[in-house]
């Protein structure tokens, strides 16, 4: 009877080449990235999508008339209001239009003050929201845009849901003069600062 042989001779490899596991596990690893995330990426929440692309502008677009619907002092903000014809493209450009002004020190000319006698100014800080529909451009959907998507609910009741105000936002020019680093953000449609957006959210500047 001859001698059994031993799978596990000397000098021979037992199992796969290390290689040949590595590699394995990077197709794996490739194929985890490939499919999985993708997918995941695609179940984000409502509110909180990217944008989809960026405004085309139109240089030639007449500029937008707006009137002042509403100051809530107690929030430095401003409400406007648009017509429901006015373009993105137009928005955009009234957006342009307040932060050059506000460079010039001539803001107070097309907005009332938010931070009277500031020693920053008269905008040291200011929220001016641009609307078309001026049921919501009222004081308390103000409140409640300004306070955020995260304020208790029960502390503060809201006429209108936060979700819904949101949706109706054209435009949005948030001052923080105290932030030197970037003291002007506008966009089309609008972004607290917890990040949830609206769904036609694009950042201008």
């Keep these: 009877m001859g001698e059994e042989q031993n799978p596990y001779q000397e000098g021979k490899r037992a199992g ?13 690893l490739w194929l985890f990235v490939a499919l ?9 929440a409502t509110g909180t999508e990217g944008p989809a692309g ?5 240089p030639e677009a007449a ?10 002092p107690d929030m430095n903000a401003v409400s406007l209001v648009v017509p ?3 373009t ?3 928005v955009v450009g009234l957006l342009k239009r307040l932060k050059k002004e506000r460079l010039a020190g001539t803001l107070t000319d097309l907005i009332p003050p938010t931070t009277p006698g500031h020693k920053l100014g008269d905008h040291a800080v200011a929220e001016i929201y641009v609307l078309s529909d001026a049921k919501y451009a009222q004081p308390d959907v103000i409140r409640t845009l300004t306070r955020g998507a995260h304020a208790p609910g029960g502390l503060y009741p809201d006429p209108v849901p936060f979700e819904v105000a949101m949706e109706e936002i054209r435009g949005h020019y948030r001052i923080d003069l105290n932030n030197t680093g970037a003291p002007d953000n506008a966009s089309i449609g ?3 600062e917890s990040g949830v957006h609206s769904k036609h959210y694009r950042k201008i500047f």
């Design 190 to 192: 609008f972004a607290d």
């Design 88 to 90: 993105d493209s137009q």
């Design 84 to 86: 429901a014809q006015a």
């Design 16 to 28: 796969l080449h290390p290689l040949v596991v590595v590699f394995g596990i990077l197709l794996g």
């Design 36 to 44: 999985i995330v993708p997918s995941s990426r695609n179940k984000q």
């Design 54 to 58: 960026p405004i085309i502008e139109d």
């Design 63 to 72: 500029p937008v008339i707006f009137k002042v619907q509403a100051t809530v």
